[in-house]
């Protein structure tokens, strides 16, 4: 049967001849064949709007061009999402570039600091604080590599400087600040009870992705119900961990930039956990044999 594939705008992207046992994957990869600029990872096919409705459905990879009810004539919509990277890729640059750019201002104060007179010997502070900042991204490499599954193998390229600039840019204003040589640091049983809290942190994070990469394989899409450790209590149980992290680092070097990283990583982690909770309660609503989604703290107990 042909199926016509439309851009929004209603032109013609082509007219492809498929069977309707075939996936929608193999459907992307015949419009690939006939657009070489529509890579399957740059494709969005979704179905035509429903009456009411300002957008259609998004088509599911592993899924038949008959589990959605096509027709021989019948009408698609793609959308091209420009060009693409692996989310491997990016993940690697944005976390490898905290790893460079803090110990600059750690190692080479003379150079970033002209006009200052440079201390003999770090704080103690200083010294955790960099081997934290330097474990933390090296932990989220290798995660990134050997624990995380991912649902979607691309992104926007755009995102890789988005990314970097954030990650990069933060590292720089948190380094500078707490390697300057006016640096005051708490007082050192502080700092050691901060960071031994958060040590622990980063355990529960790791142990949290590897709960996390149990429910899918790569390229599964599919959402299922966390459970185990803190997922018991937590929907985003890993955002929990890493935020708590994020606080006991401020608290053991007591700098306001570490702050200030701190709430805007908290803030954006909230945002998608906010948007997680809603979708698993969404999906495991109870009805039609579905599980019902038990009752959970999204991110920040007892608060929130």
Not at 69 to 84: F, N
Not at 127 to 134: C, F, K
Not at 206 to 226: M, N, Q, V
Request: aromatic share 16%.
């Amino acid at each position: 049967m042909k199926i016509t594939v439309s851009s929004r705008s209603g032109k013609t992207v082509a007219i492809l001849d498929v069977d309707a046992h075939e996936t929608v994957r193999n459907l992307k990869k015949k419009l690939h064949a006939r657009k070489q600029v529509l890579h399957p990872e740059r494709q969005r096919l979704t179905l035509l709007p429903k009456e009411g409705e300002s957008r259609g459905e998004v088509l599911d990879d592993s899924k038949t061009v008959a589990d959605y009810g096509l027709k021989d004539g019948d009408a698609i919509l793609c959308k091209d999402l420009g060009p693409q990277i692996g989310y491997s890729t990016v993940f690697f640059w944005e976390y490898f570039g905290p790893l460079i750019v803090y110990p600059l201002f750690y190692y080479l104060p003379k150079y970033l600091y002209p006009g200052q007179e440079i201390p003999s010997q770090h704080a103690k502070a200083q010294d955790i604080a960099l081997a934290y900042w330097s474990f933390h991204y090296a932990k989220r490499i290798m995660e990134t590599y050997l624990v995380h599954k991912f649902g979607h193998a691309t992104m926007p390229i755009f995102n890789l400087f988005k990314n970097c600039t954030y990650y990069w840019g933060f590292t720089a204003f948190v380094s500078y600040f707490i390697n300057h040589p006016l640096y005051t640091p708490p007082p050192l049983i502080q700092t050691y009870v901060a960071f031994g809290f958060a040590a622990v942190c980063q355990i529960s994070n790791f142990w949290c992705h590897i709960l996390l990469a149990k429910l899918r394989t790569p390229g599964d899409k599919s959402y299922k119900i966390p459970r185990g450790f803190l997922f018991n209590y937590v929907t985003c149980a890993n955002y929990t961990a890493e935020a708590w992290g994020w606080i006991a680092f401020t608290v053991g070097v007591q700098a306001l930039p570490a702050a200030l990283f701190t709430l805007a990583g908290g803030y954006q982690m909230a945002v998608w956990a906010m948007q997680k909770h809603k979708r698993l309660k969404k999906i495991f609503d109870g009805k039609e044999g579905r599980a019902n989604y038990p009752k959970r703290w999204i991110i920040f107990p007892p608060f929130f």
